[in-house]
């Protein structure tokens, strides 16, 4: 049941437990509980909003995509350097992944230039990391499985057999 | 300009000019004149196609294939539907011979009788049922006769019922189950008896099996796959409802080879081949298709519980429809016939639904509500529904 909260959940985070309930066919209780459940094991760790770049404000946010290199440690590996990395709010997503760099970071500032110098004056001073290349996003076409442009509206019948 | 109606109208051969009109025209009007409606009325799925299928429509028509394919199919999407049916269905077909790929059942529909029927021949079929069975039969110059299925047997039909309706003028049985309209599927038990009927008479069964995909209780059983029916048995399928395809126009049926290869011969003169594009994309649907379609039909389930939940809450009595996406539910206690109720409901709440009797005789007092609509509407379609119940009691 909890898997399919979850699934209901990712691809809707503002279903309430009522209409959750209403989906699974289980009480309204039972759907808040295992909810509440979840949210206090840290299986569910945040909601949020997908917005456009249209969005009010969005038109001051500057995104990067940034690759780093990194030497992992001795003891912790690719772990103490990524924590490290993720405790600045400047960092929006981070994740190790195989290839040819080892973190993959996404950054959000009001400008340009507050990336660029979180880049210079933070990361790429941090004991650890080897080298970085930023990449400027231009445009975002899907985000967490939303399409951000959307189709035409297409009229179907409103009665057929 | 009337004069000259009625002038051409001698010219409409007499089967023809005898096919009924929609009884229920002036209602689908209102419904058409109204803009804020939430529409239950729809026999269709919500759902776009996949994106993958449309994509290999896409494909096709970048790749330049416009030109006319075999008239029986594509070889390839012919090999695919026989590998399917016999997976699913576990009937097995020859590509070759024995499978022909149409525009939709409806047109799979209309070869199968021009091919079984002589002037008088009749067929037997379940009733309420989708409106063009009958006009089909007709168009063939055939006789339906309907065998009406009933709200205490969860509206599968009666063995009995359907012997009954055998005289020695009967050509075959028309079976469709799941069942537009009622979400009705048959039991093992019954299945198995009215084969038996088929082999004892020497009929021929059409099995329209449109909706078998999303049956969400049962495993689905074909007849065609009970033992000694392949050889007397039309089955027909297609992609609309399943894989959410009804503007593609693409279906198919398969049957022995003499008889496939006689609908054949109707088809390439009438129609020569189903849309190039249909059939890749068709294609793309059987490969790939699988999850998505798994996960509509995990949808409408889903939409399925609370929707039927919540007419009985409404007040309105509505068994659990086993398959397809339609909800049938009975207006009698509410005093109004289906019609009226519909009218009603749609004049003063803008919600609509299909009263029953479009679906024949059978289908007075009850409406049809499908629910392959989005939960939001289905949501505030039964608050105004109950809303709507209550004003009537009051």
């Known amino acids: 049941m909890k898997d399919k909260i979850i699934s209901l959940l990712r691809a809707n985070a503002k279903l309430s437990a009522q209409e959750i309930a209403d989906k699974l066919n289980i009480s309204a209780a039972d759907a808040a ?94 004991d650890g990391v080897i080298s970085t290349s930023t990449g400027f996003q231009l445009k975002r076409y899907k985000e967490s499985g939303i399409i951000m442009q959307s189709d035409e509206e297409y009229e179907r019948l409103k009665i057929c057999f | 300009m009337n004069g000259s109606k009625s002038a051409s109208e001698r010219f409409i051969a007499p089967h023809i000019a005898a096919l009924p009109p929609s009884g229920i025209r002036k209602f689908f009007d209102l419904v058409n004149s109204m803009d804020d ?10 759902f776009t196609t ?27 999407l012919r090999r695919a539907i026989c590998d399917y049916v016999e997976k699913n269905y576990h009937v097995s077909y020859d590509s070759k011979s024995e499978c022909l790929v149409t525009i939709g059942v409806s047109e799979a529909l209309d ?43 969860e509206f599968a039909v009666e063995p009995e019922d359907i012997e009954k309706a055998i005289t020695p003028k009967t050509k075959a049985i028309l079976l469709n189950f799941p069942c537009n309209p009622t979400g009705a599927v048959m039991p093992e038990n019954k299945l198995q008896a009215v084969a038996e009927l088929a082999k004892k008479y020497d009929l021929v069964v059409l099995t329209d099996e449109i909706y078998s995909e999303l ?21 027909l399928h297609g992609f609309s409802k399943a894989f959410a395809m009804t503007g593609w126009r693409v279906g198919y049926v398969c049957a022995p080879a003499a008889m496939t290869a006689a609908m054949m011969r109707i088809h390439q003169y009438s129609i020569m081949c189903a849309p190039t594009v249909a059939q890749e994309a068709a294609l793309e649907a059987l490969k790939n ?34 398959g397809a996406f339609y909800a049938f539910a009975s207006v009698k206690n509410t005093g109004l016939s289906s019609e009226e109720f519909a009218e009603k409901l749609l004049r003063t709440e803008h919600v609509a639904v299909v009263p029953g009797e479009a679906f024949g005789p059978g289908g007075a007092g009850f409406i049809r509500c499908c629910y392959a609509t989005s939960a939001e509407e289905l949501q505030e379609a039964l608050i105004r529904i109950k809303r709507f119940v209550a004003s009537l009691k009051g």
């Open chain 2, 37 to 46: 409606v939430i529409s239950l009325g729809v026999g269709e799925p919500d």
């Open chain 2, 111 to 153: 070869l199968a009788f021009r091919m079984l029927l002589s002037p008088g021949d009749e067929v037997i079929y379940t009733e309420p049922c989708y409106v063009s069975y009958p006009a089909e039969i007709r168009m063939a110059h055939g006789v339906p006769v309907p065998v009406t299925t009933r709200c205490e047997n």
């Open chain 2, 215 to 235: 049956n969400y209780d049962n495993d689905h059983l074909s007849i065609a796959s009970l033992p000694g029916m392949k050889e007397r048995t039309i089955f």
């Open chain 2, 289 to 322: 298709g699988g999850n998505a379609m798994l996960e509509m039909k995990e949808s409408y389930r889903s939409r399925r519980d609370f929707f039927v939940r919540g007419l009985n809450d409404a007040g309105l009595q509505c068994l659990l429809p086993h």
């Open chain 2, 50 to 76: 996949p994106w993958s299928i449309r994509e290999s429509g896409i494909y096709s028509l970048e790749h330049g294939h416009t030109a006319y394919t075999s008239n029986l199919g594509t070889p390839q």
């Open chain 1, 33 to 126: 509980g295992l909810i509440t459940g979840m949210e206090k094991d840290g299986v569910i760790r945040g909601y949020t909003a997908i917005v456009s770049d249209e969005a009010p404000g969005s038109e001051t946010r500057v995104k990067a995509l940034i690759e780093v290199k990194v030497t992992p440690n001795r003891d912790g590996g690719f772990d103490r350097v990524a924590r490290r990395i993720a405790k600045f709010p400047e960092v929006t997503d981070l994740c190790l992944l195989s290839g040819s760099y080892d973190l993959l970071l996404t950054v959000e500032g009001n400008s340009l230039q507050q990336v660029a110098n979180f880049v210079s004056a933070k990361l790429a001073t941090i």
